[in-house]
């Protein structure tokens, strides 16, 4: 089973001047290849700051575009990992051996962990569709 597992930030940690010393990048870097010596992790990346980003609010039939920063948000999304695990312990265990924030610091950090549902368990959709895909999935995307 696959997992997401986000790293969340709010608008306030976004904004500030902190830059984090090298060995927090060292931990994460180990830490990421400890999950691919594994096999478990599929895809990682940090996201660039919502002052880059839009939103986009879908209303009847119409869309509306919103620039970022998002300052009214509670919290975002900074950064994920996709891990392949065989349980939600494994994801769990896995999100319990993240290394940010550094031992001995006061900053407090978020990971949200979610199972990425599965082509089968989407009852609603018609067969074709899934097949669709399925075809796609195949193609790397």
Same mark, same amino acid.
């Given at each position: 089973? %696959?997992?997401? $597992?986000? !790293? ?26 400890? $999950?691919?010596?594994?096999? /478990? ?13 839009? =939103? !986009? ?11 970022? #920063?998002?300052?009214?948000? &509670? =919290? ?5 990992? /996709?891990? @392949? /695990? ?10 319990? %051996?993240? #290394? ?7 900053? /407090?950090?978020?990971? @949200?962990?979610?199972? !990425? ?6 009852? =609603? $959709?018609?067969?074709?569709? &899934?097949? %669709? ?5 195949? @193609?790397?995307?």
């Amino acid at each position: 089973m %696959r997992y997401l $597992m986000s !790293i969340m930030s709010t608008p306030e940690s976004e904004t500030t001047d902190y830059e984090n010393p090298p060995e927090v990048y060292e931990a994460m870097a180990a830490y990421n290849d400890e $999950m691919i010596k594994a096999g /478990v992790l599929l895809t990682g990346e940090g996201l660039a700051p919502t002052s880059e980003g839009a =939103e !986009i609010v879908f209303r009847g039939g119409e869309a509306t575009v919103t620039d970022g #920063p998002f300052t009214e948000a &509670k =919290e975002f999304i900074a950064g994920y990992w /996709v891990l @392949q /695990v065989s349980s939600h312990e494994e994801a769990l265990e896995w999100a319990r %051996r993240c #290394p940010h924030p550094p031992a001995g610091s006061d900053a /407090v950090l978020k990971l @949200q962990l979610r199972r !990425i549902a599965e082509l089968e368990e989407m009852d =609603e $959709m018609p067969e074709e569709l &899934k097949e %669709r895909e399925r075809e796609l999935r195949s @193609q790397g995307y």
